[in-house]
T-cell receptor, first 111, second 111 residues
Framework: DAKTTQPTSMDCAEGRAANLPCNHSTISGNEYVYWYRQIHSQGPQYIIHGLKNNETNEMASLIITEDRKSSTLILPHATLRDTAVYYCIVRVGNRDDKIIFGKGTRLHILP | NAGVTQTPKFQVLKTGQSMTLQCAQDMNHNSMYWYRQDPGMGLRLIYYSASEGTTDKGEVPNGYNVSRLNKREFSLRLESAAPSQTSVYFC??????????FGNGTRLTVT
């Protein structure tokens, strides 16, 4: 079973920040939080990952709570092209990872 | 850089027929994965391979076999296709402590 839980769907107005939550209450100390997104039926695309500290790249920001039991992916200025399914997963990062995806959050960006 | 290449892109089979889905990566990654995605659903792990010569079952391995032929290639075989195996199949690869890279998928219909 997936180690993460996410809301099934969310709406966000174009130009606003989209905040996507993820719960991972059973995360282990050596597990990273990874975020991916899938646009239409394409292969999922990597967005960002982190262990303990907050992370930012050109696509998004990742905020991880101090107890590491939840995280939030932030798309700072959502556009229509950000409409997609967003997946949050946890993994150790070793080569023998059994990487399990949940159902993700379907994000609708509203014009 | 091609990344992860899957062939074929589309396939239609009759019940009982067999076929092999091919996947190759050119990123020198150790780990490779096969997922299936049914309409409106998340990704489910079929099999994965942590290194050349090793394979392990994922969440839904029944009805499938895999071969990790070498470091580059990881194939998925359906010995006797069933309508329940109609799905989109994604191959992915990953280096140690690095994100998954996905192919563009194989869309399989079994009639």
């Amino acid at each position: 079973d997936a180690k993460t839980t996410q809301p099934t769907s969310m709406d966000c107005a174009e130009g606003r920040a989209a905040n996507l939550p993820c719960n991972h209450s059973t995360i282990s100390g050596n597990e990273y939080v990874y975020w991916y997104r899938q646009i239409h039926s394409q292969g999922p695309q990597y967005i960002i990952h982190g262990l303990k500290n907050n992370e930012t790249n050109e696509m998004a920001s990742l905020i991880i709570t101090e107890d590491r039991k939840s995280s939030t992916l932030i798309l700072p200025h959502a556009t229509l092209r950000d409409t997609a399914v967003y997946y949050c997963i946890v993994r150790v990062g070793n080569r023998d990872d059994k990487i399990i995806f949940g159902k993700g959050t379907r994000l609708h960006i509203l014009p | 850089n091609a990344g992860v290449t899957q062939t074929p892109k589309f396939q239609v089979l009759k019940t009982g027929q067999s076929m092999t889905l091919q996947c190759a990566q050119d990123m020198n990654h150790n780990s490779m994965y096969w997922y299936r995605q049914d309409p409106g659903m998340g990704l489910r792990l079929i099999y994965y391979s942590a290194s050349e010569g090793t394979t392990d079952k994922g969440e839904v391995p029944n009805g499938y076999n895999v071969s990790r032929l070498n470091k580059r290639e990881f194939s998925l075989r359906l010995e006797s296709a069933a309508p329940s195996q109609t799905s989109v199949y994604f191959c992915a690869s990953s280096g140690d402590n690095s994100p998954l890279h996905f192919g563009n998928g194989t869309r399989l219909t079994v009639t």
